[in-house]
């Protein structure tokens, strides 16, 4: 069964400019979670999407957004980057049924800004 | 807003000592998960509780969910080098998104 992929792994943006991560979820798997990880944060919850639709959202600006699409796979975009934005960004799958289930982690996009 | 709160932040143990990390919050979660996180990795699941006072297993680690399911704690006996790494709990909403609450984390270093 494959993972979670996340491309690309590494990512270097100058201020200003907008960047698009992607997630490929586990086949099956309808629900995509996005999560930022920084030093000083942690890991801080961006949005859940699921059928295409954004279920929940993180309390992140405006610039932060996302979108899934029929296959499941799911993308995120920052707009006019800012050097705070230099983070892990991690997508998750999640299978049906919440309770028992666990979040399988892609390895991360790295975002440098310079 | 949802706050896990996770402590210690750090632990530097010796071999075979044994050890706990903590997490509580005001808050009541349908489940809370522990996660491992390896350097230039994605975390992956050790377990997840769900039941008020749940109790599981785990080789030598022990994760224990409180009665009110608003916190919980990780224990490890006889620590090993191999267990050295990053510890992170998450709690999954009461809402019906797959939203997790993250903790600080635990960074855990085991001496030989």
């Known amino acids: 069964k494959a993972g979670v992929t996340q491309t690309p792994r590494y990512l270097i943006k100058t201020r200003g400019q907008q960047v698009t991560l992607s997630c490929s979820p586990i086949?099956?798997?309808?629900?995509v979670s996005w999560y930022q990880q920084t030093p000083g944060q942690g890991l801080q919850f961006l949005f859940e999407?699921?059928?295409?639709?954004?279920?929940n959202k993180g309390n992140f600006p405006g610039r932060f957004s996302g979108r899934q699409f029929s296959n499941s796979r799911s993308e995120m975009n920052v707009s006019t980057l800012e050097l705070g934005d230099s983070a892990l960004y991690l997508c998750?799958?999640?299978?049906?049924?919440?309770?028992?289930?666990?979040?399988?982690f892609g390895q991360g996009t790295r975002l440098t800004v310079v | 807003t949802q706050l896990l709160e996770q402590s210690p932040q750090f632990l530097s143990i010796q071999e075979g000592e044994n050890l706990t990390v903590y997490c509580n919050s005001s808050?009541?979660?349908?489940?809370l998960q522990w996660y491992r996180q390896e350097p230039g990795e994605g975390p992956v699941l050790l377990v997840t509780?769900?039941?008020?006072?749940e109790v599981k297993k785990l080789k030598r680690l022990t994760f224990q969910f409180g009665d009110a399911r608003k916190d919980s704690s990780l224990h490890i006996t006889a620590a090993q080098p191999g267990d050295t790494g990053l510890y992170l709990c998450?709690?999954?909403?009461?809402?019906?998104?797959?939203?997790?609450?993250f903790g600080s984390g635990t960074r855990l270093l085991v001496r030989p």
């Open positions: 998750a799958s999640n299978p049906p049924g919440r309770m028992n289930t666990e979040a399988f």
């Open positions: 086949s099956g798997h309808r629900s």
């Open positions: 999407y699921f059928s295409e639709t954004q279920r």
């Open positions: 808050s009541v979660f349908s489940s």
């Open positions: 509780v769900v039941t008020g006072g």
């Open positions: 998450a709690g999954l909403t009461m809402d019906s998104s797959y939203k997790l609450i």
